[in-house]
């Protein structure tokens, strides 16, 4: 592509020919404000925060969709950018609800820091202001278009990262809004509910209903993990307050999913903290007795002293019932008698380990993984 030499601030900067002012900054440091953009995703210029001054140019240009080119000056932090920066986001803040004493995004709301940075202290502009409710009803995401700015980062997300295309703005102007599907709601639109465009929402527009009123950014441990839930080993972001995952975030380095995930990995933790969920092992009580398998239409396991009720024990119990029951089998019927089926909620090493137990342990073949299934 070749090398483009310009200047931000008086620095001088090589850069590749072909980006833009805002990801040639970026990869000097440079501080240019955004609301808009995203780095994962296209540019879109919609917001005009990121304004810059161009030696030469009259008008401010969006140094987000704005390339470089030889020679170019440019300016990022001049009063005249400065105060048209603040007009811009004034516009914005006079047509918002201003909540930020209880709104879940307060202290993770780039629109919040910006009015801190710019000291935006009041609402300017009297006229009418939007008060849309706040019912849609899909299980997962709670859409609040009171908050909304109309970046289209959601858009963008939904069209070009996931595919769907389930969201869109509708009308223009004051009118403009965001919508899902033909104008529904979100669970009668396209929607996946994978949660991308929560992930980019500036603003508290977009949120998980699982974590409403459950803590504020501040409040919690964000712990990098491992989605436990398929092969293609999604990073995410569990926010943790008082030892319960209240949120999913994204993990932006995540080699495998760079942020994004999948709707179980972004809203399916609550088993976690399931009432139901098991987390001792259990074994039916004629097995714990040595006793042989009695007859299945009698079971009444809810009845104490049942040989079919089930009864926690420790690992070691189980696991040393488990062996002993898959050599009987063996030593019963043979070795093909048994097969073992693997799953991509393991880890490698662990799936390694299931093919020397069947084939070594047992003497099977008989070995297949979920994924190909
Ligand atoms: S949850 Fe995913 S599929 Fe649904 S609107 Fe958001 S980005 Fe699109
Ligand atoms: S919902 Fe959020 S991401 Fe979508 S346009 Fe509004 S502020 Fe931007
Ligand atoms: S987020 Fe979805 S795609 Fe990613 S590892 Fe989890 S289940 Fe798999
Ligand atoms: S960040 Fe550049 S126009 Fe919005």
Redesign the pocket.
């Known amino acids: 592509m070749g090398k483009v030499n310009f200047t931000i601030d008086g620095k001088e900067i090589q850069a590749e020919k072909g980006v833009t002012i805002l990801q040639a900054a970026r990869q000097e440091n440079i501080y240019i404000p955004i609301l808009c953009d995203h780095p994962a995703l296209p540019p879109e210029g919609a917001c005009r925060i990121c304004l810059v001054e161009i030696e030469g140019q009259r008008a401010l240009h969006p140094a987000c969709t704005y390339p470089i080119s030889e020679g170019m000056a440019v300016s990022t932090n001049t009063p005249r950018i400065r105060a048209a920066r603040k007009f811009n986001l004034e516009l914005l803040i006079s047509d918002h609800p201003l909540d930020c004493m209880t709104c879940e995004a307060a202290g993770n709301c780039l629109l919040q820091d910006l009015a801190y940075e710019y000291d935006v202290t009041e609402d300017r502009y009297e006229g009418t202001k939007h008060h849309y409710s706040v019912n849609d009803p899909n299980p997962f995401i709670q859409v609040d278009r009171n908050k909304c700015i109309l970046c289209r980062r959601c858009v963008r997300a939904c069209r070009e990262v996931n595919g769907v295309e389930a969201i869109s703005v509708f009308y223009r102007g004051f009118s403009a809004y965001i919508g899902f599907g033909a104008d529904s709601s979100m669970d009668n639109s396209p929607c996946e509910f ?1 949660g991308s465009c929560v992930a980019v929402c500036p603003t508290g527009a977009l949120w998980p209903k699982l974590s409403l009123g459950e803590g504020r950014p501040w409040q919690v441990d964000r712990i990098q993990t ?9 990073q ?1 972001i569990l926010e943790v307050k008082d030892n319960k995952i209240i949120k999913v975030d994204s993990a932006w380095d995540g080699p ?2 760079h942020g ?7 809203f ?1 933790y609550d088993f976690v903290h399931h009432p139901d969920r098991l987390d001792k092992p259990r074994v039916r009580k004629y097995l714990l007795d040595g006793k042989k398998k009695p007859a299945a239409e009698k079971r009444k396991p809810e009845i104490e002293g049942d040989p079919w009720q089930w009864v926690e024990v420790d690992w070691e119990t189980a696991l040393g019932i488990t062996a002993d029951k898959m050599l009987q089998i063996r030593d019963d019927h043979g070795s093909e008698s048994m097969g073992f089926l693997t799953s ?1 909620k393991c880890l490698n090493e662990e799936n390694y380990l299931m093919n020397k137990l069947a084939r070594q342990v047992i003497g099977t073949n008989s070995l297949d993984h979920c994924a190909r299934l």
Request: proline content about 5%; some cysteine; charged content about 10%.
């Open positions: 994978c491992t989605c436990p839930y398929c092969g293609v080993g999604c995410l495998s999913n994004w995930t999948c709707v179980k990995g972004r399916g991509a």
